[in-house]
């Protein structure tokens, strides 16, 4: 069965910094990837999602990810946070082959604080 | 065109009684999956449904809780003489057809079980 790690569970920027949260799956291949965010109270948005292909993928809010298979991670990347991006980051892995059946397997998540 | 919608938003249940958490899914989505977050915890994967069929409840406790999703209206996951440990957010996603499509989450149940 596939697994997501999480390995930072809150990490603290200053506004205007870059930012990397990471994500480690385990799974026997290649599994679908994607990153949600939560703000508070609210429900999941995805930011970006990895299926094949070029793996440095672009999502929205200016974030980006990088699949690398050899370090089986894929963390989320942004060049410079505004406050308005403090909410929980989940990683989540699909099974590609369990076409018909899309569940996702999220991480624990990553809270992230910005500060001034 | 409204995104999924959950309700009610917050729940507050006896130990004992009986929860039901309603979603209603995206226009055009048929198929809908449930998700329970505990404290401090990721989502965890309930139960995959398409209308009037259970395709996946691998992920739901097999005593007290099921599903549904009828042919009309919302889908509703029910939980009966709950107890403190079902305490936690569950939220509903839906999505317009097979094949890995982004999931539209709603905003989520937050039941407190007392």
């Known amino acids: 069965a596939q697994s997501v790690t999480q390995p930072d569970i809150h990490i603290t920027v200053s506004e205007g910094a870059s930012l990397e949260l990471r994500c480690n799956y385990s799974?026997?291949?290649?599994?679908?990837l994607f990153w949600y965010v939560q703000s508070p109270g609210q429900g999941l948005q995805l930011l970006l999602k990895y299926f094949s292909g070029d793996t440095l993928v672009q999502g929205i809010k200016g974030f980006e990810a990088e699949f690398k298979r050899s370090q089986s991670s894929f963390n989320l990347r942004k060049p410079s946070v505004h406050w308005s991006d403090a909410a929980e980051y989940f990683c989540?892995?699909?099974?590609?082959?369990?076409?018909?059946?899309?569940?996702?397997?999220f991480g624990t998540g990553t809270r992230l604080t910005i500060i001034p | 065109n409204a995104g999924v919608m959950q309700n009610p938003r917050h729940l507050v249940r006896r130990r004992g009684q009986e929860a039901r958490l309603r979603c209603s899914p995206m226009?055009?989505?048929?198929?809908v999956y449930w998700y329970r977050q505990l404290p401090e915890e990721g989502l965890k994967f309930m139960v995959y449904l398409q209308k009037e069929n259970i395709i996946d409840e691998s992920g739901m406790p097999k005593e007290r809780f099921s599903a549904e999703f009828p042919k009309e209206g919302p889908s509703i996951l029910r939980i009966q003489q709950v107890v403190r440990g079902d305490s936690a957010a569950y939220f509903c996603?839906?999505?317009?057809?097979?094949?890995?499509?982004?999931?539209?989450f709603g905003p989520g149940t937050r039941l407190t079980v007392l």
């Open positions: 799974y026997g291949a290649t599994p679908y």
């Open positions: 996603a839906s999505s317009p057809t097979e094949g890995y499509n982004e999931q539209f």
């Open positions: 226009k055009g989505h048929s198929h």
């Open positions: 989540a892995v699909g099974d590609p082959a369990n076409f018909g059946n899309e569940k996702l397997t």
